[in-house]
């Protein structure tokens, strides 16, 4: 279905065995990424399968995400999603947080290594990764803390403002196109902009 929708839309796109680590390689590169992976979450937060991902050090990574993709007012902040067995190591809590609705402090000492998921007030809204409950984001995850020692990702949920989360193929492919969003990795298939002028809808800010 993820394939058929891709050449529906006549994107080019190449498969790879190793999604997460070119994920984390074009984190580490300053891309913001869709991430959209097997069945949807159920709940009010993105954890894992729906998601749009950046670079948590990067701190440009908050206002782009919100100017280029979320298109929403600058003082909402963006989540972290952390390994669980390193979440110790940045905020003050080791209490897991799988469902993303417990805020923590974050340590004073790390909040310049990860400005993009730290809020003003010095806290950040976390979700704790594990390898059992998600096994696709956590190694995910792994890769980009074997680039950069960190041990999360900036995360939001997949969709536009006042949009839904996508739930289908094609609805993740829309709003890619229509979003600031550089790189799309659609379960194991990976698109990157700039595309070809004749690709249909393409909108790239």
């Known amino acids: 279905e993820m394939e058929k929708a891709l050449i529906d839309a006549g994107l080019p796109y190449k498969r790879s065995e190793a999604i997460g680590e070119l994920v984390a390689q074009s984190l580490v590169d300053g891309k913001i990424v869709g991430w959209f992976q097997d069945r949807m979450e159920a709940g009010p937060r993105a954890l894992g399968n729906r998601c749009i991902l950046a670079d948590p050090r990067d701190p440009t990574a908050k206002d782009r995400l919100n100017a280029k ?15 669980a067995e390193r979440a ?59 680039l950069t020692g960190v041990p999360m990702v900036t995360n939001t949920s997949f969709n536009d403002n006042e949009e839904p989360i996508v739930t289908t193929p094609q609805d993740a492919i829309r709003c890619f196109l229509k979003t600031g969003m550089d790189s799309l990795a659609l379960g194991d298939f990976w698109v990157e902009k700039p595309l070809p002028a004749s690709a249909p809808g393409v909108q790239v800010e």
């Open 69 to 83: 993709v979320k298109h929403r007012e600058p003082f909402r902040p963006f989540a972290p999603s952390c390994l």
């Open 88 to 146: 110790g190591e940045y905020f003050a809590s080791g209490y897991p947080s799988p469902v993303m609705l417990l805020v923590f402090d974050v340590l004073e000492h790390q909040r310049e290594a990860v400005p993009a998921i730290t809020h003003h007030d010095g806290t950040a809204r976390v979700q704790t990764v594990s390898q059992t409950e998600n096994p696709k984001y956590h190694a995910m995850i792994s890769a980009f803390d074997r």
